[in-house]
């Protein structure tokens, strides 16, 4: 769920040859027991996810016929984007959670939503803020700062997890897969040449009725289907320590927290309304207002808001930032072999198997495009790959379309790049390691809310079609 596959795609485009000439069929069956045997692996036998993941990226290489060398190099080229990419994004995060929780900045919050919002209530909230932070954020950097936010509502409050953790996956999937300024829908009105200003508009229609139904109403469905604890580790992370004298106020815990949302934001707008890379603010805006620099500037900040404020030596500060690291260490390790994964999909052709075989679908536009962005989507793994990829299919049929038809065009590919998540995405490790839970627990949860979002989100976008 990264922008990692924009460079990939790019790259292949440009005339890079995939690593294997094997036919539709022979790559088809490759892919197809390539993630057999990672589920086989995780479930059956018991092996870790990040062992599994390499050994079902190697067997998909061998299937596939392509020379074990290449394959190693795809796998390994994808898991380093992907931590390269992601894993900084990561610990950066983990360290702002870790001194939110310790520093007692994530109790005043809880406490602070607790007393407004109780009972039925809640879920609505989370999907509220969830949606709000995520406008701006990729969504792994949405979820490691509201992890600590949600295990400690569902903890304190006595909630059930997936109660308060689906709504808020719900507001973050769909901010990422149909607003601008994220990566995949920026890519795909470029390449429809749609209007921005409408599309963003339509996909807020579109995103209000599909969060509402993916996240509140179907999480009482997902807690009843899987009912988990908070993972016994991430309570002990998110637990406000002993050591701190006072909590820091509440307007400066949530200025923390939103400061890294307001600096992608303003970057956004500048983009938007600028849109001049030899401008002076829109080159400040770009160096501030990219994640890295965002989230380090309210790490930086933290440790003197929430830190300092609850007081904290600065040796103490220290001795945080370190344990930080401890809890996240599995989950990087997961999630960047889940980009190998996908790096090597992408690599043997699969991809382009798919592009090649849906020229010959006969369906109407929208459909078409949802059709074949959940195929790629389903291959590869990534949102961002998958809505370029239909994006460029699809895009002769926009030219005749009306301003409004193009930016349902743009919707339709985006709701379709979010269909199924399951073990070639590393959206979906991320998820399983976070909240604790199995793979056919996190498949029940997970992926259900991702294809929950995808088919109420495309009927969203039929029905506008009809009336617009």
């Known amino acids: 769920m990264t922008g990692l596959g924009i460079a990939s795609l790019t790259t292949a485009a440009a005339g890079a040859a995939p690593i294997t000439s094997a036919g539709n069929t ?20 018991k092996l870790h996810a990040f062992l599994a993941l390499t050994v079902g990226s190697l067997a998909l290489g061998v299937l596939a016929g392509a020379p074990l060398a290449k394959t190693v190099a795809s796998f390994t080229a994808g898991l380093g984007a992907t931590v390269a990419g992601v894993g900084v994004l990561i610990a950066l995060g983990a360290i702002l959670g870790k001194l939110l929780a310790d520093s007692g900045g994530a109790d005043e919050i809880v406490d602070t939503i607790l007393a407004r919002a109780r009972g039925r209530a809640m879920p609505w909230a989370m999907v509220l803020i969830a949606s ?3 406008l701006p954020l990729f969504f792994e950097v949405g979820i490691v700062l509201l992890i600590p936010v949600v295990l400690l509502v569902a903890e304190r409050g006595n909630y059930s997890l997936m109660r308060i953790g689906i709504p808020a996956l719900a507001g973050l999937s769909v901010m990422h897969g149909l607003i601008p300024p994220h990566p995949g829908p920026l890519v795909a009105i470029d390449a429809l040449h749609a209007n921005l200003g409408v599309t963003l508009a ?9 969060v509402i139904i993916a996240g509140p109403l179907f999480s009482r469905y997902a807690a009843r289907w899987v009912d988990v604890p908070v993972p016994e580790d991430m309570i002990v992370r998110a637990r406000p320590s002993a050591g701190a004298e006072h909590r820091p106020r509440f307007g400066a815990t949530v200025f923390t927290v939103l400061l890294p949302v307001a600096l992608m934001l303003l970057k956004a707008l500048v983009d938007i309304v600028v849109d001049d890379p030899a401008n002076p603010v829109q080159r ?11 989230l380090l500037t309210a790490v930086l900040v933290g440790m003197f808001t929430l830190g300092r404020a609850a007081g904290f030596t600065r040796a103490r500060i220290s001795v945080t930032v370190e344990r930080s690291f401890a809890p996240i260490a599995g989950i990087l390790l997961i999630v960047g072999a889940g980009g190998g994964f996908k790096q090597t999909l992408i690599d043997v052709g699969v991809g382009q198997m798919v592009l ?9 536009a929208l459909l078409l495009a949802w059709l074949i962005a959940v195929a790629i989507r389903l291959a590869t793994g990534s949102a961002t790959v998958a809505t370029i990829s239909a994006a460029g299919l699809v895009a002769p049929l926009a030219a005749d379309m009306s301003t409004t038809g193009a930016a349902l065009l743009v919707l339709a590919i985006g709701t379709g790049s979010l269909f199924f998540s399951h073990v070639n995405d590393a959206g979906f490790w991320l998820v399983k390691e976070y909240f ?4 056919g627990q996190t498949v029940k949860t997970w992926s259900v809310m991702e294809t929950v979002i995808s088919v109420v989100g495309l009927g969203c976008v039929l029905l506008l ?4």
């Open 356 to 364: 090649d075989l849906s020229q010959n679908w006969a369906v109407p």
């Open 436 to 439: 604790g839970m199995t793979v």
């Open 132 to 134: 709000v932070i995520g």
């Open 202 to 210: 339509l996909g807020v229609v579109v995103a209000i009725p599909t």
């Open 284 to 294: 400040v805006a770009d160096v501030v207002g990219s994640p890295l620099i965002a």
């Open 465 to 468: 079609s009809l009336v617009l």
């Open 26 to 45: 022979r790559l088809g069956i490759a892919v197809l027991a390539a993630i057999a045997l990672i589920v086989l692996l995780i479930t059956r036998l």
